[in-house]
Nanobody, 125 residues
Framework: QVQLVESGGGSMQAGGSLRLSCVAS????????MGWFRQAPGKEREGVAS???????RYAASVKGRFTISRDNAKNTLYLQMNSLKPEDTAMYYC????WGCGSGTPDTVNFRYRGQGTQVTVSS
């Protein structure tokens, strides 16, 4: 069982930046595909970004060029740097993990086995 705990959410004005963190309670996240997805009220879940065990990253088109996913395996921590935030980025953001790889598709196609409780990001105009 992998437990994931997110932090770093908050309220921000459009154009600002936030960095989300996710600490995993597992011996090592090294072999895991890690990612972030988000869900806003009344909207479908959206895969935001993924990073595989080799450090290869993929992004949703809606965040590409603004968000950066990274991982620190030594700290068992996943990050999401969010820049140039927009009101439409407002959502609950969830950290997720999958032991069996990210696959070759977009973050939406990853079948994440584990997820955290989420951290709220609110962007005002």
């Amino acid at each position: 069982q992998v437990q994931l705990v997110e932090s770093g959410g908050g309220s921000m004005q459009a154009g600002g930046s936030l960095r989300l963190s996710c600490v995993a309670s597992v011996y090592s996240i090294s072999p895991y595909c890690m990612g972030w997805f988000r869900q806003a009220p009344g909207k479908e879940r959206e895969g935001v970004a993924s990073i595989n065990s080799d450090g290869i990253t993929r992004y949703a088109a809606s965040v590409k060029g603004r968000f950066t996913i990274s991982r620190d395996n030594a700290k068992n921590t996943l990050y999401l740097q969010m820049n140039s935030l927009k009101p439409e980025d407002t959502a609950m953001y969830y950290c997720a993990a999958n032991r069996w790889g990210c696959g070759s598709g977009t973050p939406d196609t990853v079948n994440f086995r584990y997820r955290g409780q989420g951290t709220q990001v609110t962007v005002s105009s």
